[in-house]
């Protein structure tokens, strides 16, 4: 498998956290091909994800867990690698029995994070998310569970105490908290402190991260790095369910599998971390009170996404579909009734922007234009010092 990368951690803490043991403690009775309990990881002399959970060393368990990830496959069909895998912990939760399987799928250079449990008395895979970034999902500290009673969070052993959205510090039984509320579709943050360890001398107070929802769709992954805290400020307000939709910042640039594009895999333009937000402008629609115009960045598996959200004055933001970053970023603004071309652009003495001739403009500053958009394609140009780049958009069918 490929080394994987992880923002905000240098390789030599990859490194440590590479360093494979033996000493995870076998299921009692395991068969060899049985999944094995924990994950093979450590941060010097810690265990980062050792088996948890009541039923954690449950041999019966363990081999139903098995052949339910055995029978499981990915949207483009691809199967799970069971001796690179892991049950990371196997209990009772709402009255039911739960397993939480760190998948590892070679076909995608994907990990999967699985939710096992019974129904009819059978074990099968009922909830799969897949960690985006093309490292391994145990590099992650925090982990988010679907279950009955709302969101949970699995958390690792270097996991000192985990605060929830409301800055409260979160029961957690053996590496799984309480119920947690979180809403559908907004954005709430999540704060881990980490203890001291080989790779983080220091610790860490504050392990931000962002849960975009319980709204948010398999195999989407909910949970978004933000150390920064700008991600935090960049949703405020926004309905995240309304992004990750299909023709939404998050959710509108699908991935490809080979020569075509995968309808149910995570988008290439799902979040993974460093969302930002800045303001480019102000927008003035039907005579009304001027709006914020501003322009979203994150970054993906497949490289830096951008976006612009438009925030009329008492009104209700519209996003536009992800724009992959480029010299001259191009949006359609999908205002009722009124779609709009929002073009950006780093401006200097070397750039110069061309349109069609006639071509009414409704906002027109160095780095910000905004044209109508009517049934025609509307092309446009942008002459820098070593080459002009083009951009073609079309009013929403």
Known sequence: MAPARRPGRTVAALLALLTTVTACGPVADRQPGDLRA????????????????????????????????????SPVD???HLPSSGVLWAGEVDGAPLALVAASVPGESASWLLQVTARDGRYAVTHATEYTDPGYLVYSDVLPVRTAEGRR???????QRVLGPDGRALAVTDGLSGPVGVPACAAVPVTATLRATESLPRGRATDRLLDLGTGTEAPRY????????????????LDTCSLAGEDGP???VRRRVGDRESRDSVPAS????????RTVGELAVGGGQPGEVQQLTWETADGT????????????????????????????????????????????????L??????????????????????????????????????????PG
Do not use: C
């Open 78 to 80: 691809d199967r799970v």
């Open 250 to 252: 998050f959710g509108s």
């Open 354 to 395: 061309s349109i069609p001739p006639g071509t009414p403009r409704l906002v027109d500053r160095p780095g910000l234009a905004v044209l109508p958009l009517g049934a025609d394609r509307l092309t446009v140009s942008l002459a820098t010092a070593d080459k002009t780049h083009y951009r073609s958009l079309t009013a």
């Open 153 to 159: 969070y699995l958390v690792s052993a270097r996991v």
């Open 270 to 277: 799902w979040p993974m971390a460093k969302l930002a937000v």
């Open 222 to 237: 909910p949970l978004v790095r933000d150390e920064a805290g700008s991600g935090r400020r960049a949703l405020a307000g």
């Open 38 to 73: 924990g994950y093979d990881s450590r941060d010097g002399s810690l265990t980062v994800w050792p088996a948890r959970g009541a039923l954690a060393g449950n041999a019966e368990m363990t081999a139903a867990v098995t052949a339910a990830v055995r029978d499981w496959r």
């Open 305 to 352: 996404m951008t976006a612009v959200v438009y925030r009329p004055a008492g009104g209700t933001p519209v996003a536009s579909p992800a724009d992959r970053a480029a010299p001259l970023q191009a949006y359609v603004l999908p205002l009722p009734g009124r779609p709009l071309a929002v073009l950006t652009w780093r401006s200097n003495r070397e750039t110069s």
